[in-house]
């Protein structure tokens, strides 16, 4: 993988039973925030968003809490979708973003626990990002204290957008603010956007780059 890849986990019809029942609701709810709303229709089983950070392992906000996971050792290896971002730069920055979010959790800096309740307010709203630095800023104070998956990849590239951009404010990469984008949401937005192109997958432990 390359730096600021993500990776998107889909359902499998082999999930075991602990795993495949959250991930039902998952496609369930983002099923029906697209109708509601008229996003789109979610026809690829999307549940579960990281990013790299290098070749073989990503950061990621899982039940425990914003971690690291090696995609070549996971004992059920993982069915995903990896995006990779046109802009090198900016897909280093975004895992740059990342990495230094878990290593604030390492250290105790800040809590980066997985929040069930964001993600499931997230089915239940849908919003782009208010003008001004400061709204930005703050969905990005917000990942130090909880956040869900896609909110966590999604607010990383919006951190690293601001890294790389100088004095000036640029435009969100992404038009749905982090806060609300599910899964689904964020690799149709990848899926849709010049900013990014579909790369490969991993199966089996083992990245198939095209």
Not at 140 to 151: K, L, M, P, R
Not at 154 to 171: F, M, R
Request: charged content about 15%; proline content about 5%; some cysteine.
């Amino acid at each position: 993988m390359k730096l600021g890849d993500i990776v998107f986990s889909v359902a499998q019809v082999d999930d075991k039973l602990s795993t495949s029942i959250p991930r039902v609701f998952i496609v369930a709810g983002q099923w029906i925030k697209a109708k509601i709303f008229g996003t789109g229709d979610p026809n690829v089983p999307v549940v579960h968003a990281a990013i790299a950070i290098d070749a073989t392992h990503v950061v990621e906000s899982v039940g425990s809490g914003i971690q690291v996971t090696d995609l070549t050792t996971e004992a059920v290896p993982r069915g995903a979708m990896v995006f990779s971002c046109e802009d090198t730069k900016l897909g280093w920055a975004a895992a740059y973003a990342a990495d230094q979010f878990y290593g604030d959790v390492a250290s105790k800096e800040i809590t980066g626990r997985y929040s069930k309740w964001n993600a499931l307010l997230s089915i239940l709203k849908s919003s782009g990002y208010e003008p001004g630095l400061m709204p930005r800023i703050n969905e990005s104070v917000s990942i130090g204290n909880a956040s869900f998956c896609s909110q966590f990849v999604a607010n990383a590239y919006e951190v690293g957008n601001l890294y790389i951009s100088g004095s000036e404010i640029p435009p969100p990469i992404f038009t749905t603010r982090s806060t609300v984008m599910t899964p689904w949401e964020l690799a149709a937005s990848c899926d849709n956007a010049t900013d990014f192109y579909f790369a490969g997958f991993w199966q089996d432990n083992v990245e198939v780059r095209l």
